[in-house]
DNA sequence: TGAAATGTTGGGGCG
DNA sequence: ACGCCCCAACATTTC
């Protein structure tokens, strides 16, 4: 029998996969492919840190085929043109893969569909990580929603998510074929080794630790998330960026701590909407991660200040929370999202640069830096999103660290230079009688700052309605 | 998934 | 005892 190809892309599991399980039934023999498509998303190629996620995940996923006795096929370069040679080399009439929805990654699939149909291929995809299609959840009318709250209540009066597919038996292979060495992709850092500090364990195994393990915490979620100092999220994230678990899978291991006292599991389980939510919005606006879908905000002008950004990018801005933040950003390629919206807050707001400087540092730095999620929520940050925060809100650092990080763990944590102020200057030392000498003073007035943010948005939201 | 300014209320000090 | 003022504490409005 002919072997069954199947390209893995953002489903880096065996479990609940369901374009390897329709091959495994097929009965072909399977090979398994990895490409390093570095040429079609263009200036959203993986950034750094979510390459040394990317380096992990591939090799356990390789060493969990390999203990079925298959191994993962590694290439790189163009994916058409590699596919194309691959499904020569192996003779393989069927191709399937679980779909991707960036709009270059739908662009380059329909026309490989096409093309690999026409030339004889069976081509199947799948979805294996979102809880709906994009189209599936809709307005009356048919179109797509720009406001969560109504795209969460359509979402919750379907039928409930499918059940993620029970674990596959045995596997089997077609003979081994020419792959790239891992090593050789040099997705790890060097020269300096900026991951040094990473606390992560990527792959499928460490994912569903992290999931049982947030179960058992689940019920303090809807308080405990929001502190900065506290384990109270599920860091589940990168693992469902590179699909090494499928939110179904996360679905239907939340799903019956909803009913228990408190509102934890409910609330996680609006989160996975949010990400359906941002999925559905890049997926109908190509150009979210370039281009304001508010097209009032096209022509604001941003500041440029290039010394003002790298003290952002390198958590030297004097403000403890947003310094804390960057750091830990930085040092574990990973934010606590109540400081993702503090941090991303002040640097378009106080700073009045533009929320695409961000957007990249995080794409460069996160190890979860989906592109649905970092676009939307830039944007949302900005005012120029969809159900966006309205221009006004400007979160104030203090007042935000005070509140959620109150006796300042966090703040410590990250920024040693303030491990010793007392907890009633930790998040302004700069009012201390003797600021702490190695700490920067505040690059910006914070008052100044909100100043200068509402005058020049209010200005820019009496212009001209929506586009 | 704000913050600050402004307005209102009500208890207590005090003449 | 009463009215006046002060000012938390809370609510509403505005940016």
């Given at each position: 029998m002919k072997p069954a190809l199947v390209w893995f892309r953002q489903d880096l599991r065996l479990a609940d996969n369901p374009a390897l399980a329709f091959a495994a039934r097929s009965g072909r023999p399977l090979v398994c492919l990895y490409i390093l498509d570095d040429e079609t998303p263009g200036q959203w190629a993986w950034g750094g840190a979510a390459r040394w996620w990317l380096h992990h995940s591939l090799d356990r996923?390789?060493?969990?085929l390999t203990r079925h006795g298959g191994h993962l096929v590694l290439r790189r370069g163009d994916a058409g043109k590699i596919l194309a040679s691959i499904l020569k080399e192996t003779g393989a009439e069927l191709l399937v893969w679980n779909r991707c929805y960036e709009p270059f990654a739908v662009v380059r699939d329909t026309t490989l569909k096409k093309q690999f149909t026409d030339n004889e291929i069976a081509v199947e995809s799948f979805n294996a990580s979102l809880l709906f299609e994009p189209w599936e959840i809709a307005t009356k009318d048919g179109k797509p929603f720009r406001v969560f709250t109504p795209f969460w209540n359509a979402l919750r009066q379907q039928n409930e998510p499918g059940k993620p597919q029970a674990a596959l038996g045995s596997l089997h292979f077609a003979p081994r074929i020419k792959s790239d060495r891992l090593g050789d992709w040099d997705l790890l850092p060097t020269k300096p080794d900026w991951a040094k500090g990473f606390d992560w364990?990527?792959?499928?195994?460490?994912?569903?630790?992290?999931?049982?393990?947030?179960?058992?915490?689940?019920g303090n979620y809807a308080a405990a998330r929001d502190l900065p100092g506290k384990d109270g999220t599920s860091r589940l994230s990168p693992h469902l960026n590179f699909g090494e678990i499928g939110?179904?899978?996360?679905?239907?291991?939340?799903k019956p701590h909803a009913h228990a006292r408190g509102q934890g599991a409910q609330t996680f389980l609006k989160e996975l909407g949010w990400r359906e939510f941002c999925a559905q919005l890049?997926?109908?606006?190509?150009?979210?991660?370039?281009?304001?879908?508010?097209?009032?905000?096209?022509k604001f002008e941003w500041r440029r200040n290039k010394k003002d950004f790298d003290a952002w990018r390198q958590g030297r801005t004097g403000i403890p929370i947003i310094d804390a933040g960057m750091r830990q950003l930085w040092r574990t390629g990973w934010m606590h999202n109540r400081v993702r919206?503090?941090?991303?807050?002040?640097?378009?707001?106080?700073?009045?640069?533009?929320?695409?400087?961000?957007?990249?540092?995080?794409?460069?730095?996160l190890v979860d830096s989906g592109l649905a999620n970092n676009a939307a929520n830039w944007q949302w940050v900005a005012g120029s999103g969809a159900d966006a925060a309205p221009f006004f809100r400007v979160f104030n650092p203090v007042l935000q660290g005070e509140k959620f990080d109150p006796k300042g763990e966090y703040v410590?944590?990250?920024?040693?230079?303030?491990?010793?102020?007392?907890?009633?200057?930790?998040h302004q030392p700069w009012k201390l009688p003797e600021p702490p000498a190695n700490y920067p003073n505040p690059i910006v007035d914070l008052a100044q700052g909100r100043d200068r943010a509402l005058k020049a948005f209010k200005a820019l939201s009496q212009r001209q309605p929506k586009g």
């Open positions: 996923l390789d060493k969990s364990t990527p792959g499928e195994a460490s994912a569903r630790r992290a999931l049982s393990s947030f179960l058992d915490e689940i939110p179904r899978q996360i679905w239907h291991a939340v890049l997926f109908y606006n190509s150009e979210l991660p370039d281009e304001p879908l508010d097209k009032r905000f096209a919206m503090i941090t991303a807050s002040f640097l378009i707001k106080h700073l009045g640069i533009h929320w695409k400087d961000g957007e990249e540092w995080f794409w460069d730095t410590r944590r990250f920024v040693p230079e303030l491990k010793k102020v007392p907890e009633k200057y930790i």
